[in-house]
């Protein structure tokens, strides 16, 4: 159970979340501010609320799991359901800024999920909104996986804040800036240490740009991660607008 529920937290990353700043984002890179509008940026005012399902499936610790959020960025509210470790349903909604309130398996199992689950799906927005993380561009270099080359970023988180510290994304972006695929590598710990995995399967949820299908190695064991019944509300409307 301690390895499946490990597995469960791939990337728990640094979080200086959702910080916004035209200052913070001078500091950056310009391709962090590049990919950040190829995946919506521009739109993300107009986002009321956003729903998926994280499915991650690893089979050398017979491991399946599936994670359904809804996640409101204005108000900080997550609604989460799924299963405890015992298997029973659940179903809880908090309010992030509120955590300190909620009980422990919201602090220490729920909201770290969401945390992990919410950046796979946005992680591109966060290489910019992150204020602690750095971004580097390190120009054309061999894809990780396969034959052809990309442009290679690299974000990296420092080591003395967040779930796990010191942790650093690798992106492999097309001419188009988005990304092909992935290297991450933990900063702590915690397993698996290093990811290997492509971003493909990509949808359109109303102005944003998702990747829906993640396959790779975690420790050099496969995996798959995917993100179903993706679907994103806008502000000033009630109707679920699905990812296609």
């Known amino acids: 159970m301690k390895n499946a529920r490990r597995a469960t937290m791939i990337c728990l990353l640094a979080f200086g979340m959702l910080a916004l700043s035209a200052t913070a984002w001078a500091q950056k890179a310009p391709i962090a501010e590049q990919i950040a509008k190829t995946y ?3 739109s993300w005012g107009q986002i009321e609320a956003v729903r998926y399902t994280f499915n991650l499936d690893l089979p050398a610790l017979n491991l399946k799991l599936s994670r359904t959020w809804t996640w ?40 770290p999920g969401f945390i992990n689950d919410q950046y796979w799906l946005v992680f591109p927005f966060h290489a910019l909104w992150d204020t602690g993380a750095t971004v580097e561009d390190k120009g054309m270099q061999k894809l990780p996986t396969g ?4 442009r290679h970023v690299v974000v990296k988180y420092p080591s003395n804040i967040g779930y796990t510290p010191g942790d650093t994304w690798e992106l492999y972006l097309g001419a188009d800036n988005r990304v092909q695929q992935m290297v991450f590598h933990h900063g702590g710990s915690a397993k698996p240490n290093l990811v290997v995995a492509t ?13 829906t299908d993640h396959h790779g190695t975690a420790d050099g064991k496969p995996m798959t991660l995917t993100f179903s019944d993706v679907a994103v509300k806008l502000t000033g409307s009630d109707t ?3 990812a296609q």
Do not use: C, F, H, M
């Not at 015992?86 to 800024?97: C, D, F, L, M, W």
């Open 199 to 211: 971003w493909a399967g990509y949808k359109k949820a109303g102005p944003l740009l998702i990747s």
């Open 72 to 111: 409101e960025p204005k108000a900080n509210r997550v609604t989460y359901e799924g299963k405890d470790k015992a298997g029973n349903p659940v179903k809880v909604t908090y309010v992030r800024s509120q955590l300190d309130s909620q009980p422990d398996n919201v602090k220490k199992e729920i909201d």
């Open 147 to 150: 034959k052809g080359s990309a």
């Open 240 to 242: 679920w607008i699905k």
């Open 40 to 42: 919506g940026l521009d």
